[in-house]
């Protein structure tokens, strides 16, 4: 058996409780017994009862992170983002990854609030609004990638119909008008503003929407290449088609190669998000660049602040998209239609 608080007491020739301070870093101790202390745990390989200690100082030093699909690069970015940081402030980080189930993104808040961490890191896409609303009063938290009407909650995110209108507007640019738009998981919001961004687009140019055009997907790759399925059985087909994620792109793109067909030759492609292997696909892939590894430094940077000032702050960070162009759109602009 390791030793007891007790044990170490006795080394050091002082008492339980002296031990207990300078294991909680509490109160004033003189330097001589501090190292008298720090020597004989050591020597005894003293390990603390972290349930014992959590309940002494009310700090566990972990902060929870909720993301919905950790096989997405985007999320890989933002939490290896987060646990930089948190690492360098003296907190550790603990993962949830709710497979876009909202149930498990509900049971992760719960084992995170109740008795695991210091503050949640919410990419909770599917929750209510009222069920954030009441969890920030519960726990400090910072929401990622959503935008909730409520100042008091810490929140950072980009507005996605405006970089789902660059997007759609690159495309009519290089004369595109018949332009497919994967959409998005239908209990997202983030789904409805990308559809908004493309509609607001095309309308903005004169050009109809077409409801043919818009096929359902859920952010992963075989609904990319599912869409292309779909999308290639229209008497009229498209010539470009918007991607509202990388990963739903890169389905789309790899069916359509399969099927003989070329990107940028017969489909021009965007995509959403930028993750690192829209650069190293081939062609690369035009996208609209969520910035969200600076997204997630400062999400959790504001987060540790207010933790260690115990103030509130107000922080809706609306950060701004770019539109990174690459090999996989065209411009047909001197082609007959
Ligand atoms: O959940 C998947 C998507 O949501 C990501 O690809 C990113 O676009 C985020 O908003």
Same mark, same amino acid.
């Given at each position: 058996?390791?030793?007891?608080?007790?044990?170490?007491?006795?080394?050091?020739?002082?008492?339980?409780?002296?031990?207990?301070?300078?294991?909680?870093?509490?109160?004033?101790?003189?330097?001589?017994?501090?190292?008298?202390?720090?020597?004989?745990?050591?020597?005894?390989?003293?390990?603390?009862?972290?349930?014992?200690?959590?309940?002494?100082?009310?700090?566990?030093?972990?902060?929870?992170?909720?993301?919905?699909?950790?096989?997405?690069?985007?999320?890989?970015?933002?939490?290896?983002?987060?646990?930089?940081?948190?690492?360098?402030?003296?907190?550790?980080?603990?993962?949830?990854?709710?497979?876009?189930?909202?149930?498990?993104?509900?049971?992760?808040?719960?084992?995170?609030?109740?008795?695991?961490?210091?503050?949640?890191?919410?990419?909770?896409?599917?929750?209510?609004?009222?069920?954030?609303?009441?969890?920030?009063?519960?726990?400090?938290?910072?929401?990622?990638?959503?935008?909730?009407?409520?100042?008091?909650?810490?929140?950072?995110? @980009?507005?996605?119909?405006?970089?789902?209108?660059?997007? =759609?507007?690159?495309?009519? %640019? $290089?004369? *595109?008008?018949? /332009?497919?738009?994967?959409?998005?998981?239908?209990?997202?919001?983030?789904?409805?503003?990308?559809?908004?961004?493309?509609?607001?687009?095309?309308?903005?140019?004169?050009?109809?929407?077409?409801?043919?055009?818009?096929?359902?997907?859920?952010?992963?790759?075989?609904?990319?290449?599912?869409?292309?399925?779909?999308?290639?059985?229209?008497?009229?087909?498209?010539?470009?088609?918007?991607?509202?994620?990388?990963?739903?792109?890169?389905?789309?793109?790899?069916?359509?190669?399969?099927?003989?067909?070329?990107?940028?030759?017969?489909?021009?492609?965007?995509?959403?998000?930028?993750?690192?292997?829209?650069?190293?696909?081939?062609?690369?892939?035009?996208?609209?660049?969520?910035?969200?590894?600076?997204?997630?430094?400062?999400?959790?940077?504001? @987060?540790?602040?207010?933790?260690?000032?115990?103030?509130? =702050?107000?922080?809706?960070? %609306? $950060?701004? *998209?770019?539109? /990174?162009?690459?090999?996989?759109?065209?411009?047909?602009?001197?082609?007959?239609?």
């Amino acid at each position: 058996m390791g030793a007891t608080i007790k044990d170490v007491a006795k080394e050091a020739g002082v008492s339980v409780m002296t031990v207990s301070r300078v294991i909680n870093h509490k109160d004033y101790i003189a330097d001589k017994t501090r190292v008298k202390v720090e020597k004989a745990l050591k020597k005894l390989n003293y390990m603390p009862n972290m349930n014992a200690r959590n309940l002494v100082t009310n700090k566990t030093d972990f902060l929870g992170i909720v993301v919905p699909d950790i096989s997405n690069p985007f999320f890989g970015d933002l939490v290896k983002a987060a646990e930089k940081i948190a690492k360098e402030r003296g907190y550790s980080i603990i993962l949830g990854d709710s497979d876009g189930d909202p149930e498990a993104e509900n049971g992760y808040i719960e084992a995170f609030r109740s008795r695991m961490c210091d503050a949640i890191i919410l990419v909770a896409p599917r929750i209510d609004d009222q069920k954030i609303r009441e969890l920030s009063k519960a726990i400090p938290l910072v929401l990622v990638d959503r935008m909730i009407s409520d100042d008091d909650i810490i929140q950072v995110y @980009l507005d996605n119909a405006e970089g789902a209108y660059s997007a =759609v507007t690159h495309l009519i %640019n $290089l004369g *595109h008008t018949r /332009i497919g738009f994967i959409m998005g998981p239908e209990n997202v919001p983030n789904t409805y503003r990308r559809k908004v961004g493309y509609v607001k687009a095309l309308e903005d140019h004169g050009i109809a929407v077409d409801e043919e055009l818009i096929v359902q997907g859920d952010f992963i790759t075989e609904t990319g290449e599912r869409a292309f399925a779909e999308l290639i059985k229209l008497p009229r087909r498209p010539t470009a088609v918007f991607g509202s994620n990388d990963l739903m792109a890169f389905g789309f793109v790899r069916a359509a190669n399969e099927a003989g067909f070329s990107v940028p030759g017969d489909f021009s492609v965007v995509g959403f998000d930028d993750v690192y292997l829209s650069a190293m696909m081939e062609p690369g892939l035009t996208t609209v660049k969520y910035p969200i590894i600076q997204m997630g430094k400062q999400a959790i940077n504001v @987060l540790l602040d207010s933790l260690s000032t115990k103030e509130t =702050v107000n922080l809706r960070a %609306n $950060l701004k *998209h770019e539109l /990174i162009i690459r090999r996989s759109t065209r411009s047909i602009l001197d082609e007959e239609q």
